[in-house]
């Protein structure tokens, strides 16, 4: 017996495939900023270089219930606090003074009879690994729940493509006749237009948002899984046991989704990783231009777009990371893309 190859591109696209995923899931327990959308602001901040440490003082502190589970998982953990980066600290005569970051004037702590009885709760140290944005927000942080973005919109894009195309090309290869060719005059419409000219319409039909991202990208794909299922379908609905079904009575739909389309997987598997790396650079496009998921939202391309100008500067970092974090995702996926290919291609 053969022994099979194994692919390390396509582990290690796997890898890369399954951190990214638990970082998205779990990425408001895990990013140094817990906040919605990781959209703390502090203007004081701005394009602070990667690995600053500032000391935060809170301020206006008040009791609050614990976030439960599934919230802070979905949405993130609201602060019961205001934070204030600061410079340094004294205590006089009982009285709390703190030089604000960025500052040479001393200020007073308001409430200090509260602060007094337990200084060691009113200060705190962070660390911004990859420093801040230009408006003072944790780079590294914005960047985790970027994942999240660009996963979601994948996977629901890739979701309504099949949807629409697998339908599609399943009824235009089954039936044949005036069906297939209304069906694939359809086809050939869609297709004749360029991909983004399309979603970008789309986006400005349903307006700007990040759910008509999904919306408007899977609409967009839909295209070629249509046209391969339909190859497929045409090829295998001649075999014997389609034949078969058909003389024992059973009815098109049981034998287009319980006998063809089992045996017409392979190929549609490796299109929907192919699209998944599109839907990500689509998504991203769409939000460099500016019509994609907004703000606050930490889309990628948003912050590409909010950083280029530092290219030339010091800061180029600012947007390369979000970059470069595109780039390896979309390697990722076209490396699990070229496994799948291999492993699923029957003539191997």
């Known amino acids: 017996m053969k022994q099979q190859k194994i692919h390390i591109p396509g582990l290690v696209g796997t890898a890369i495939i399954a951190v990214s995923l638990l970082v998205a899931v779990f990425v408001y327990f895990i990013a140094p900023d817990k ?32 976030t439960p589970f599934l919230d802070q998982l979905i949405y993130g953990k609201k602060k019961s606090y205001a934070s204030v980066p600061i410079s340094s600290y004294e205590i006089k005569d009982g009285q709390l003074y703190y030089t604000p970051f960025g500052s040479f004037y001393q200020k007073e702590m308001p409430n200090s009879h509260w602060f007094a009885e337990d200084i060691n709760t009113v200060f705190y140290g962070r660390k911004f690994y990859l420093g801040t944005d230009k408006y003072g927000r944790d780079l590294l942080s914005r960047l985790m729940v970027g994942t999240r973005i660009s996963l979601a919109v994948g996977f629901i894009s890739v979701f309504i493509s099949l949807v629409i195309g697998i339908s599609l090309g399943l009824i235009s290869g089954f039936y044949g006749a005036w069906v297939d060719k209304v069906v694939m005059w359809f086809v050939h419409v869609v297709w004749s237009v360029p991909t983004l000219l399309m979603v970008i319409a789309i986006s400005l039909a349903l307006g700007k948002g990040f759910w008509q991202v999904f919306i408007a990208v899977g609409l967009s794909m839909w295209v070629e899984v249509a046209r391969v299922v339909r190859g497929q379908v045409m090829s295998v609905k001649q075999k014997e046991y389609i034949q078969a079904a058909k003389v024992l009575g059973f009815g098109d739909l049981r034998i287009m989704f319980r006998h063809i389309l089992p045996n017409v997987m392979g190929p549609i598997i ?23 998921a907004q703000a606050p939202m930490p889309s990628w391309g948003t912050m ?5 100008a530092y290219i030339i500067l010091d800061k180029a970092y600012l947007a390369l990371a979000p970059g470069l974090a595109i780039m390896f995702l979309v390697f990722a996926l076209m490396l699990v893309g070229n496994m799948l290919r291999e492993k699923l291609d029957v003539r191997e």
């Open 35 to 66: 906040s919605p959308y990781a959209n703390e602001m502090h203007l004081e901040l701005s394009t602070l270089p990667p690995g600053s440490e500032v000391t935060f003082m809170k301020l206006n502190e008040h009791t609050k219930q614990p």
């Open 270 to 292: 490796v299109i929907s990783a192919a699209n998944f790396a599109s839907a990500i650079l689509i998504e991203a496009g769409l939000s460099f231009l500016g019509i994609g």
């Open 304 to 308: 590409i777009k909010n950083h280029y």
